[in-house]
């Protein structure tokens, strides 16, 4: 069993920045992590994605940029640096674990989900 769990939400003004991180622990076999994203109401929204030990990586076109994700593979941790935050980044975000060495935009295909980390960034 895998258990994931991000940390680094809050409330940031529009321009500014956060690093959200994400923890696994248990038998970690994930291959990729992703990040998503679910504004209220909305549907949820592939972020970017990474595989490990860091070789590939890709994002959704409304963060291409601004983005990064990148991997501490010695703390099995994932990371998201978010810069130059716009309030339609507001959401709650969810680091998610895909068994399959892959980079999917699907949540349908991620195996592990964290419990999400709210970011709110004020115009």
């Known amino acids: 069993q895998v258990q994931l769990v991000e940390s680094g939400g809050g409330l940031v003004q529009a321009g500014g920045s956060l690093r959200l991180s994400c923890a696994a622990s248990?038998?970690?076999?994930?291959?990729?992590m992703g990040w998503f994203r679910q504004p209220p109401g909305q549907e949820r929204e592939f972020v970017a994605a990474?595989?490990?030990?860091?070789?590939?990586?890709n994002y959704g076109d409304s963060v291409k940029g601004r983005f990064t994700i990148s991997l501490d593979n010695a703390k099995n941790t994932a990371y998201l640096q978010m810069n130059s935050l716009k309030p339609e980044d507001t959401a709650v975000y969810y680091c998610?674990?895909?068994?399959?060495?892959?980079?999917?935009?699907?949540?349908?295909?991620?195996?592990?989900w964290g419990q999400g980390t709210q970011v709110t960034v004020s115009s």
């Open positions: 248990g038998r970690i076999f994930s291959s990729t």
């Open positions: 990474i595989t490990w030990p860091g070789s590939i990586t």
């Open positions: 998610a674990g895909d068994l399959r060495f892959r980079i999917s935009r699907a949540p349908r295909d991620y195996d592990y």
